[in-house]
């Protein structure tokens, strides 16, 4: 009875030991599977994004839907802040025809602060694989903070989206980045974003929605306050530095955005927040010429209010003669039948 039970034993022993010294190893170097490319990729940018894997799913399905749903079917161009891989060339509509990139990479890096070289062949290889031949991708090593290599007014769309954590890693100013947006958007442009609610304690919402309208509004009425007590008060600046602030306000201009619809997304752990900013019409002009735009709005208006009272003037009149010509044909009729 021992001995029965004894050998089926010896016997597993040394067929673990043969196999734990052949067939365990073999199966260590040879054929166990590899990570693909696609989840190696995702890893990557959860570890750069800090971010968990249900925050990072979530926001990026948002950020796929708000850039191919918020994207004017009119727009031909569109810019990325912060361009770190190739996804963007899936999120963008077929119609956008030319993305041109921007770059958040450290300054003290091996591209010096320019794309990288899995950055440029992802795009390369996303645009292939999306067979999108008439899209033109412009690489560009400009810094996100500081798009020098973008005129003024010149996009139709800049999209930005889970990349201001890495924008403060690497010392880009995610504020000033948020103003080159409104700068490069042309009147009209669309800023989509889908970010991190908070940035080390300060709002990224609020720092959109201080240049909007409103808040510029505010600024001014402050401002012409101010100047109104300083008057009373007595305060006097010299001629210089009157002659300065006169030519300050003329020559810049705030960038401001009209409308800003934005709301927080859902079902994620680390709150993120995700909108669309339109840029004002006028954002581009100089006080003098938003006062200039005013006044030619209110002559026109004046305008326009003249002339519909002259229309109705002129119906007025057409009424009165009628009646008048119909009274005067039914006293003919009555003197006719007295005749």
């Known amino acids: 009875m021992t001995r029965s039970t004894f050998l089926p034993l010896a016997i597993i022993t040394a067929m673990l030991a043969i196999t734990s010294t052949h067939a365990f190893t073999s199966i260590t170097s040879t054929t166990r599977p590899s990570p693909s490319p696609s989840s190696s990729r995702i890893t990557s940018r959860l570890m750069s994004a800090s971010l968990d894997p249900v925050t ?35 999120f963008v509509p077929r119609t956008i025809r030319t993305i041109i990139t921007s ?22 290889q996303m645009g292939e ?7 033109n991708v412009v690489y560009s090593d400009q810094r996100a903070d500081d798009l020098m290599e973008t005129a003024s007014g010149s996009v139709d769309v800049v999209f930005m989206f889970q990349c201001v954590g890495r924008m403060v890693e ?18 009209g442009g669309r800023f989509l974003f889908v970010e991190n609610a908070n940035v080390n304690g300060e709002s990224f919402l609020e720092e959109i929605l201080k240049l909007t309208a409103v ?3 505010e600024e001014q009425e402050e401002g012409v306050d101010n100047n109104a007590n300083d ?16 030519e300050d306000d003329s020559t810049t201009s705030t960038i401001i955005f009209s409308e800003v619809g934005y709301d ?35 002559r026109d208006r004046l305008a326009d209010l003249s002339l519909d009272a002259f229309e109705r003037g002129n119906r007025k009149n057409k009424r009165r003669r009628k009646k008048t010509s119909g009274g005067v044909v039914e006293n003919k009729k009555e003197m006719g039948m007295k005749k």
């Open 129 to 135: 694989r999306r067979g999108v031949g008439g899209m």
């Open 231 to 246: 008057e009373m008060s007595g305060e006097s600046t010299t001629s210089n530095d009157t002659a300065e602030k006169e």
């Open 170 to 187: 690497n010392g880009v100013d995610w504020k000033g980045a948020v103003r080159e947006a409104g700068r490069v958007l042309k009147p």
């Open 264 to 298: 927080n997304v859902d079902m994620v752990l680390t709150p993120h927040v995700a909108g669309v900013a339109i840029k004002a019409l006028d954002a581009d002009l100089t006080l003098e010429q938003r006062a200039e735009l005013k006044s030619q709005e209110e």
């Open 56 to 90: 990072y799913l979530r926001t990026e399905w948002v950020s796929a839907a708000l850039c191919t749903n918020q994207t004017p079917r009119s727009s031909d161009t569109l810019l990325q802040l912060g361009t770190t891989d190739g996804r963007i060339i899936n």
């Open 215 to 217: 808040n510029d509004q």
């Open 103 to 124: 770059s958040i990479e450290p300054m003290d890096g091996p591209e010096k602060g320019g794309l990288t070289v899995g950055c440029k062949r992802q795009l390369k």
